[in-house]
C-alpha cells in the first residue's frame, strides 16, 4: 500500500517538460504540494494551473540551477511559501551524445554544469530542510531522489561525458545514502532508460539521426513510467527505502 502524501512538500527540477512534469502531477496527485523548478515559466505556469484546478498547492519557480544562487534560492523559497521540504526530485538534466575527440568543449561543460553541480546545489540547499522534515509529522522520513540514467551504469560509444556525470550522481547518492540513513532521510537513484521526452532535441543536428538509431525499433517509455517508479519509492511506510530502481523499455537490450 502507498503511503499518501498529505501535508508534505516535493520540489521538482526540470518540471516543465518530460520526467519532471509527469513527477509533479504525479505527487500532487498524492497529496504533495509541489514546488516546479525550470528556465521555461510559461510551461511551468501551465502545469501549475493544472495542479491547482485538482486541488493541490503548486509553486512556480523560475531558475536556472546550475547558477548556485538560483538553486539556493528556490529552496529557500519552496519553504517560506509552502511550509517545510519532504521531498526533492533532482530531475533536471541534458545529454549531449557524440564523438569525444570531437565534441566543443562547451557541451561538456553545459552536461557537468547541469547533471552534476546542478544536482549537488540543489542537494546542498535542501538538506538541511530534508533532515527537519524527517523529524516531524506526517511522515518523520523525507526523501531525495536523485534521476541517474542507464548511462550511469553502462559505459557507451558516443556517450562518454554523459556517462562521466550520471556515474558521479550514482556515486555521490550512494555515499549519502550511507551517511543519512540513520537519520531517515532516503536518497534514491532512478535509472531511466530510453524516455519519450524532449532530452534528445539538445543533441548536435548532424548527429540526431544516428542518436535516433540508437533507439530504433524500441518502443520508448513514456515519461508517466519514469514517475510511476519516482512517486513508488516515495511512498513507501518509513521502514522501507528503496535505494535504486532501473526501468528500461522492455524492448531495450543494452
Ligand atoms: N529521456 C530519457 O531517455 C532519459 C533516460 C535516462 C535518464 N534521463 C534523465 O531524466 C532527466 C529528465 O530528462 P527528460 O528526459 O525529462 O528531458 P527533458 O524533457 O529535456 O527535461 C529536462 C528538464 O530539465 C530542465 N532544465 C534544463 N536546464 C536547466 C537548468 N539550467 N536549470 C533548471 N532546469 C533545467 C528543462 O527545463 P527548462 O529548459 O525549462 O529549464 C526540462 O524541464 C534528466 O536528468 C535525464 O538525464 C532521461
Known amino acids: 500500500m502507498a503511503d499518501r502524501l498529505d501535508g508534505t512538500v516535493a520540489l521538482v527540477t526540470g518540471a516543465s517538460s518530460g520526467i519532471g512534469e509527469a513527477t509533479a ?44 544562487a538560483q538553486a539556493a534560492a528556490a529552496v ?80 557507451n560509444l558516443g556517450s562518454g561525458v554523459y556517462n562521466l556525470t550520471k556515474f558521479g550522481v550514482g556515486a555521490f547518492s550512494e555515499s549519502l545514502r550511507m551517511e543519512l540513513a540513520k537519520r531517515h532521510v532516503r536518497v534514491s537513484l532512478v535509472e531511466p532508460g530510453f524516455v519519450a521526452t524532449e532530452l534528445g532535441d539538445h543533441i548536435r543536428g548532424e548527429l540526431q539521426e544516428w542518436a535516433r538509431q540508437r533507439q530504433a525499433g524500441i518502443e520508448r517509455l513514456e515519461s508517466e513510467d519514469i514517475a510511476d517508479a ?13 535505494n535504486e530502481v532501473l526501468v528500461r523499455p522492455s524492448e531495450q537490450e543494452f
Open 25 to 68: 502531477r504525479l505527487l500532487a496527485e498524492h497529496g504533495a504540494a509541489v514546488a516546479v523548478v525550470a528556465r521555461r515559466k510559461d510551461r511551468l505556469e501551465q502545469l501549475a494551473a493544472e495542479i491547482e484546478k485538482g486541488g493541490k498547492r503548486a509553486l512556480v519557480i523560475e531558475a536556472d540551477v546550475t547558477e548556485q
Open 230 to 242: 519516482i512517486a513508488y519509492v516515495v511512498t513507501r511506510p518509513r521502514r522501507v527505502a528503496v
Open 76 to 155: 529557500e523559497r519552496t519553504v517560506a511559501e509552502l511550509g517545510r521540504l519532504d521531498i526533492l526530485v533532482n530531475n533536471a538534466g541534458v545529454m549531449l551524445l557524440g564523438p569525444i575527440a570531437e565534441a566543443p568543449l562547451e557541451e561538456w561543460e553545459r552536461m557537468v554544469d547541469l547533471n552534476v553541480k546542478g544536482v549537488l546545489y540543489c542537494a546542498q540547499a535542501a538538506l538541511p530542510h530534508l533532515l527537519a522534515a524527517a523529524e516531524k509529522k506526517p511522515r518523520r522520513v523525507a526523501d531525495l531522489v536523485n534521476i541517474s540514467s542507464v548511462a550511469g551504469r553502462k559505459a
